[in-house]
């Protein structure tokens, strides 16, 4: 909102208040000043000029001699604006003046002639082009007959003014108008303001004999004003009203065009001027469009509306959209003489969901969208028939055509004293707080102790007790209010039991050599079940970036694969990476996708590589086997893991386990397939993902520590035939079962095929530690649990001791 201190002059006396001194008493009491905008710019020596001959340069097709009084003296000054002509008034630079940017007129010949100034175009003059009347877009700017040469152009421009731009927050559409920022800064100044007075006369012929209403969407129009003026004569607005406007943003058209934007500034309330011969049928029909309608608006575009979209019409087409733009079709022109002034309270939600849809915010929308004053709808139309009758020569005819419906009861609020206190820390007085509200306008009443407060309906977000509190602390002055600590009980904060096992499992990983990733959520439909450990109904985006980035994945393991294809590609030929991250299965009972934290790992390369020890080793199956085994006995549960061989897509039919806690698939682990590493560009590549939340989730026993055993062990080691399908695991859980209490070891020690192993056989071979905490074993207990293991092998893996 920009807000031209002397057009706020009119309505509140700021008289002796620096700008900036104003744009600070502002910004303290809760509306923020973005800028402070000089529309000077430090010009001097402008002056308004009379152009008493105009004649062609000799020397140059496109320039022209004009002899130009300026009050002094007439001088001669060559200008090159193509609608310079004799007898008008223009404004001049002198030698000497200053224009915006610092530029320095001078004396100058051109083309042989002698110029002494220039003759300025708006733009010159530092004023935006799209603010500039389309007439003198082109060409320099023709002030009116009155101005008397020699005098200071600025003022009679209005370049002698400062605006300041106001940060407006959503919820503050009263300061969308000058009106609203009088209140405003009346509040703040403790002066009373002065409102338009409103007196015309009307013609004996009234208005609804000349025009019909009919309101069919009464939901989102429950208040439709109009109001007709016969005999206008369209001209250009004066200059005042060009120069306010033009201060506000907003650029001049002609004199009725240019009220109905006045009144849209000055009381925040949108207007429309309908030709009302244009119209065609002395009817106005405000409902909904039909599916497909069209409707071409002032910027001469043709939209294609909806069903829900809310239209004005003559009865038979659309003449506008309401709350958006006017229609060309209806739009007043040169020959208007009769217009119809349409004051209208639509509803927010239906004018931000057409101008979203047809792609057209204006100020009329930007307004509507945040909802306007309901008790200024034919207020506002009667200012602009005023302005009409005396700026244009209009007849207003008598009375108005109206449809209402609209609720106008102001919003009654009841708040006590002690609890905008205790809210605010503070002790203001309910005398004091009755003069804030008083200064604000706000009707307020004393009861019992209370105050009891009818928010004015220009104040739409005064709601609520806490909305008071706000208005009186703000113009009490948040400096006022006391810096205190609060006083509460101090709470420690700590990890619950999932995020302090999520940091072991970040320390571990990290501790172990590998860099965690972060990769996206999104992936492509193909990619999305890639490697899912569960697979479910995917989620895809409505509006995807891209085909890449479409749908939520449900495996960690493809971004990790394509973060390594990245660095590979890049030298990095050993790349370790951990990625702990949600993946997506189908939806939840509350229609939002069902999130399952999950851990990966990838890993390619060399694991070690000390050149100086003469050590390497690649990254292997039993490296990233032994990275997950290190985790879960981190975890405590090293005794309730277990791997099983696995078939799974995109892995080595022979290098791919499940992971299994407590004997429930969590996870898998393995190599890529072949296939799929060349497709990446990778070497030998290792892959793991299990159900983080399922592991962190899992019961763990309380750690209970033992002491060093006072008393020896004994170990036994076994060489066993067995076939080969047979596996280590199923091996070793057979010796752990059968071992009894006395068995505290088992490791596996040496694999071997080859000589003197028979064909389709292969030797295994276990280390076996037996010892009792409490005394030495004899011979015999050994031999018998020992015993018991062989049998227990032989009979069940049919497992046979080499010799």
């Given at each position: 909102?920009?807000?031209?201190?002397?057009?706020?002059?009119?309505?509140?006396?700021?008289?002796?208040?620096?700008?900036?001194?104003?744009?600070?008493?502002?910004?303290?009491?809760?509306?923020?000043?973005?800028?402070?905008?000089?529309?000077?710019?430090?010009?001097?020596?402008?002056?308004?000029?009379?152009?008493?001959?105009?004649?062609?340069?000799?020397?140059?097709?496109?320039?022209?001699?004009?002899?130009?009084?300026?009050?002094?003296?007439?001088?001669?000054?060559?200008?090159?604006?193509?609608?310079?002509?004799?007898?008008?008034?223009?404004?001049?630079?002198?030698?000497?003046?200053?224009?915006?940017?610092?530029?320095?007129?001078?004396?100058?010949?051109?083309?042989?002639?002698?110029?002494?100034?220039?003759?300025?175009?708006?733009?010159?003059?530092?004023?935006?082009?799209?603010?500039?009347?389309?007439?003198?877009?082109?060409?320099?700017?023709?002030?009116?007959?009155?101005?008397?040469?020699?005098?200071?152009?600025?003022?009679?421009?209005?370049?002698?003014?400062?605006?300041?731009?106001?940060?407006?927050?959503?919820?503050?559409?009263?300061?969308?108008?000058?009106?609203?920022?009088?209140?405003?800064?009346?509040?703040?100044?403790?002066?009373?303001?002065?409102?338009?007075?409103?007196?015309?006369?009307?013609?004996?012929?009234?208005?609804?004999?000349?025009?019909?209403?009919?309101?069919?969407?009464?939901?989102?129009?429950?208040?439709?004003?109009?109001?007709?003026?016969?005999?206008?004569?369209?001209?250009?607005?004066?200059?005042?009203?060009?120069?306010?406007?033009?201060?506000?943003?907003?650029?001049?058209?002609?004199?009725?065009?240019?009220?109905?934007?006045?009144?849209?500034?000055?009381?925040?309330?949108?207007?429309?001027?309908?030709?009302?011969?244009?119209?065609?049928?002395?009817?106005?029909?405000?409902?909904?469009?039909?599916?497909?309608?069209?409707?071409?608006?002032?910027?001469?575009?043709?939209?294609?509306?909806?069903?829900?979209?809310?239209?004005?019409?003559?009865?038979?087409?659309?003449?506008?959209?309401?709350?958006?733009?006017?229609?060309?079709?209806?739009?007043?022109?040169?020959?208007?003489?009769?217009?119809?002034?349409?004051?209208?309270?639509?509803?927010?939600?239906?004018?931000?969901?057409?101008?979203?849809?047809?792609?057209?915010?204006?100020?009329?929308?930007?307004?509507?969208?945040?909802?306007?004053?309901?008790?200024?709808?034919?207020?506002?139309?009667?200012?602009?028939?005023?302005?009409?009758?005396?700026?244009?020569?209009?007849?207003?005819?008598?009375?108005?055509?109206?449809?209402?419906?609209?609720?106008?009861?102001?919003?009654?609020?009841?708040?006590?004293?002690?609890?905008?206190?205790?809210?605010?820390?503070?002790?203001?007085?309910?005398?004091?707080?009755?003069?804030?509200?008083?200064?604000?306008?706000?009707?307020?009443?004393?009861?019992?102790?209370?105050?009891?407060?009818?928010?004015?309906?220009?104040?739409?977000?005064?709601?609520?007790?806490?909305?008071?509190?706000?208005?009186?602390?703000?113009?009490?002055?948040?400096?006022?209010?006391?810096?205190?600590?609060?006083?509460?009980?101090?709470?420690?904060?700590?990890?619950?039991?999932?995020?302090?096992?999520?940091?072991?499992?970040?320390?571990f990983l990290e501790g172990a050599g590998l860099f965690q990733a972060i990769t996206y959520s999104l992936t492509s439909k193909e990619q999305s079940q890639a490697f899912a450990l569960e697979t479910a109904e995917t989620t895809n985006l409505l509006m995807?970036?891209?085909?890449?980035?479409?749908?939520?994945?449900?495996?960690?393991?493809?971004?990790?694969?394509?973060?390594?294809?990245?660095?590979?590609?890049?030298?990095?030929?050993?790349?370790?990476?951990?990625?702990?991250?949600?993946?997506?299965?189908?939806?939840?009972?509350?229609?939002?996708?069902?999130?399952?934290?999950?851990?990966?790992?990838?890993?390619?390369?060399?694991?070690?590589?000390?050149?100086?020890?003469?050590?390497?080793?690649?990254?292997?199956?039993?490296?990233?086997?032994?990275?997950?085994?290190?985790?879960?006995?981190?975890?405590?549960?090293?005794?309730?893991?277990?791997?099983?061989?696995?078939?799974?897509?995109?892995?080595?039919?022979?290098?791919?386990?499940?992971?299994?806690?407590?004997?429930?698939?969590v996870g898998l682990i393995g190599q890529l397939h072949p296939a799929e590493m060349k497709k990446r560009d990778l070497k030998e590549t290792y892959v793991m993902e299990m159900n983080l939340a399922d592991v962190l989730k899992a019961d763990t026993a309380?750690?209970?520590?033992?002491?060093?055993?006072?008393?020896?062990?004994?170990?036994?080691?076994?060489?066993?035939?067995?076939?080969?399908?047979?596996?280590?695991?199923?091996?070793?859980?057979?010796?752990?079962?059968?071992?009894?209490?006395?068995?505290?070891?088992?490791?596996?020690?040496?694999?071997?095929?080859?000589?003197?192993?028979?064909?389709?056989?292969?030797?295994?071979?276990?280390?076996?530690?037996?010892?009792?905490?409490?005394?030495?074993?004899?011979?015999?207990?050994?031999?018998?649990?020992?015993?018991?293991?062989?049998?227990?092998?032989?009979?069940?893996?049919?497992?046979?001791?080499?010799?």
């Amino acid at each position: 909102m920009l807000v031209s201190t002397k057009w706020l002059s009119k309505y509140v006396n700021i008289n002796g208040i620096a700008p900036a001194d104003l744009a600070e008493r502002i910004t303290r009491a809760g509306i923020e000043v973005d800028s402070i905008i000089d529309r000077s710019q430090g010009m001097t020596n402008v002056v308004v000029g009379h152009v008493k001959e105009c004649v062609k340069h000799p020397e140059a097709d496109k320039l022209n001699i004009c002899q130009v009084d300026v009050g002094e003296e007439t001088t001669q000054i060559i200008c090159g604006a193509p609608n310079v002509a004799q007898g008008q008034k223009v404004i001049v630079a002198r030698p000497g003046a200053v224009l915006p940017g610092g530029v320095k007129i001078k004396k100058a010949k051109l083309r042989g002639e002698e110029s002494n100034g220039m003759i300025c175009s708006l733009q010159e003059l530092g004023i935006e082009g799209k603010l500039v009347p389309k007439s003198y877009a082109e060409g320099i700017y023709v002030l009116p007959e009155d101005a008397l040469p020699g005098e200071d152009a600025l003022p009679l421009l209005g370049l002698d003014d400062t605006v300041l731009e106001f940060d407006l927050t959503p919820n503050r559409s009263d300061a969308l108008s000058m009106l609203g920022v009088a209140y405003e800064v009346g509040a703040i100044l403790s002066q009373g303001i002065a409102l338009p007075e409103i007196n015309y006369d009307q013609a004996s012929e009234k208005a609804e004999d000349l025009l019909k209403l009919h309101v069919e969407a009464t939901q989102d129009n429950p208040m439709y004003v109009a109001k007709v003026v016969k005999n206008v004569t369209i001209a250009e607005s004066p200059l005042w009203l060009q120069n306010y406007l033009m201060a506000a943003g907003v650029r001049p058209h002609n004199n009725v065009v240019d009220i109905t934007n006045f009144v849209l500034m000055e009381y925040g309330q949108p207007l429309h001027a309908f030709d009302y011969d244009r119209l065609g049928t002395g009817e106005i029909v405000v409902r909904h469009a039909t599916e497909g309608e069209k409707i071409v608006t002032l910027d001469d575009a043709e939209r294609t509306l909806r069903s829900h979209n809310l239209v004005i019409t003559n009865g038979t087409e659309p003449v506008a959209l309401a709350g958006v733009m006017g229609g060309a079709n209806s739009e007043v022109h040169d020959g208007t003489t009769t217009v119809v002034i349409e004051s209208a309270y639509f509803a927010p939600a239906s004018v931000r969901q057409t101008s979203k849809e047809v792609g057209l915010r204006s100020d009329a929308s930007a307004r509507f969208e945040k909802g306007v004053d309901p008790n200024r709808v034919q207020e506002a139309a009667e200012r602009a028939a005023q302005l009409i009758v005396e700026l244009a020569g209009g007849e207003v005819l008598a009375g108005s055509v109206i449809f209402d419906e609209l609720e106008k009861t102001p919003e009654r609020i009841v708040v006590s004293p002690d609890y905008i206190n205790s809210r605010l820390g503070m002790k203001i007085s309910m005398d004091e707080m009755m003069t804030i509200l008083k200064r604000l306008q706000i009707p307020t009443d004393a009861v019992n102790g209370q105050l009891v407060i009818d928010a004015p309906t220009r104040r739409q977000d005064l709601k609520i007790k806490e909305d008071i509190i706000e208005e009186i602390a703000r113009m009490h002055g948040y400096d006022e209010i006391p810096k205190t600590l609060p006083v509460t009980e101090s709470v420690p904060g700590g990890l619950t039991s999932y995020q302090a096992k999520r940091r072991v499992v970040r320390n571990f990983l990290e501790g172990a050599g590998l860099f965690q990733a972060i990769t996206y959520s999104l992936t492509s439909k193909e990619q999305s079940q890639a490697f899912a450990l569960e697979t479910a109904e995917t989620t895809n985006l409505l509006m995807p970036m891209s085909e890449e980035r479409s749908t939520l994945r449900q495996s960690l393991i493809p971004h990790l694969l394509e973060a390594l294809t990245y660095n590979v590609a890049r030298r990095m030929d050993s790349v370790a990476l951990y990625e702990t991250g949600s993946v997506f299965l189908g939806m939840e009972e509350d229609g939002l996708p069902k999130e399952v934290e999950h851990l990966a790992v990838a890993m390619t390369g060399q694991w070690v590589d000390h050149a100086w020890q003469g050590e390497s080793k690649n990254v292997d199956f039993f490296v990233l086997k032994g990275i997950v085994e290190g985790l879960m006995s981190r975890l405590g549960f090293s005794d309730r893991l277990t791997f099983e061989k696995a078939a799974i897509a995109g892995m080595h039919p022979g290098r791919t386990a499940d992971i299994l806690l407590d004997g429930n698939r969590v996870g898998l682990i393995g190599q890529l397939h072949p296939a799929e590493m060349k497709k990446r560009d990778l070497k030998e590549t290792y892959v793991m993902e299990m159900n983080l939340a399922d592991v962190l989730k899992a019961d763990t026993a309380e750690l209970i520590y033992k002491p060093v055993p006072r008393f020896p062990s004994m170990t036994r080691d076994i060489a066993l035939v067995v076939s080969k399908e047979t596996t280590a695991g199923k091996l070793e859980h057979i010796i752990r079962d059968a071992g009894g209490k006395l068995l505290k070891g088992v490791k596996l020690f040496d694999l071997y095929e080859g000589t003197n192993v028979e064909e389709g056989k292969k030797s295994i071979a276990f280390s076996l530690t037996y010892f009792d905490p409490e005394r030495t074993l004899t011979d015999e207990e050994v031999v018998k649990a020992h015993d018991k293991v062989l049998t227990a092998l032989t009979t069940e893996a049919d497992a046979q001791l080499r010799g």
